[in-house]
């Protein structure tokens, strides 16, 4: 299954909102603290931006108003287009001022993460991580650790969103797995991670990729299983008034 991915940070984010809807502007001037509205800016220029590639929409503010990215009651991300569904599924991320979007262009079940590899104490790992993981910690060794718990971590929140659920579920009832017989430092690497189910789900088993480059782990759990990542890549050409910028694949 195709999965395409683009990622922003907020440098790249215009200081104008002109590009938001009239609903979201309302959702964003809702919100009392700059952090909460920055990341939310953030999340939403990167997932249009995605969107306006993916779905062939025209670079420029007025078509960029029509996509909106809704709640679910689920809370999960729904994307549509002049007010009618679109038949794609996103998923998204941020951490430390950097936004990620994965797009598949069908109704799937997808979810996607950005962790930072650094220091998790032994109480985090004690409550958060099942067994098996707390056994695959204490296996690495001390200069491996931090880069395992992003992984897991990252792989849990990202199975967790594929079940439309995030953290509402317990972090225990998805184990993940890496793959280690086929490491690629450079490139994406396979996971598993399987659903141990609950008093309402089924049990099951995701197939997913993740990829480290410096300090920042990337993961991405979809069912159907996704190809690697295509990734996707914003040109600033400010061409005229209306239209800022023009995206194009990588």
Not at 10 to 24: C, G, Q, T
Not at 44 to 58: E, F, G, Q, Y
Request: contains cysteine.
């Amino acid at each position: 299954m195709n999965v395409y991915w683009l990622e922003q940070t907020e440098a790249d984010v215009p200081a104008e909102n002109d590009w938001l809807s009239a609903m979201e502007t309302v959702c964003l001037n809702s919100m009392r603290f700059a952090k909460r509205r920055n990341d939310w800016r953030l999340g939403r220029w990167t997932a249009k931006c995605a969107l306006s590639l993916t779905l062939n929409v025209p670079a420029h503010v007025q078509a960029l108003k029509k996509i909106e990215i809704r709640p679910a009651q689920s809370g999960a991300p729904e994307v549509f287009f002049d007010n009618q569904p679109a038949v794609v599924t996103i998923s998204l991320s941020h951490r430390s001022g950097i936004a990620a979007c994965a797009v598949a262009i069908s109704e799937v079940e997808i979810g996607c993460d950005l962790e930072i590899v650094e220091p998790r104490s032994d109480a985090f790992v004690a409550d958060y991580f099942t067994i098996e993981e707390q056994a695959l910690v204490a296996r690495a060794s001390a200069a491996d650790r931090d880069r395992i718990l992003a992984l897991l971590w990252s792989g849990k929140e990202s199975a967790l969103k594929a079940l439309r659920a995030g953290l509402r579920l317990d972090t225990r009832s998805v184990i993940v797995i890496p793959c280690a017989a086929s490491f690629d430092p450079d490139g994406w690497n396979q996971l598993r991670v399987r659903h141990t189910g609950g008093c309402c789900t089924e049990a099951r088993v995701f197939h997913g990729l993740w990829q480290r480059t410096n300090n920042i782990i990337r993961t991405v759990v979809a069912s159907p299983p996704p190809d690697p990542p295509i990734p996707l890549k914003i040109r600033a050409n400010y061409v005229d008034s209306a239209s800022r910028f023009k995206p194009v694949p990588c």
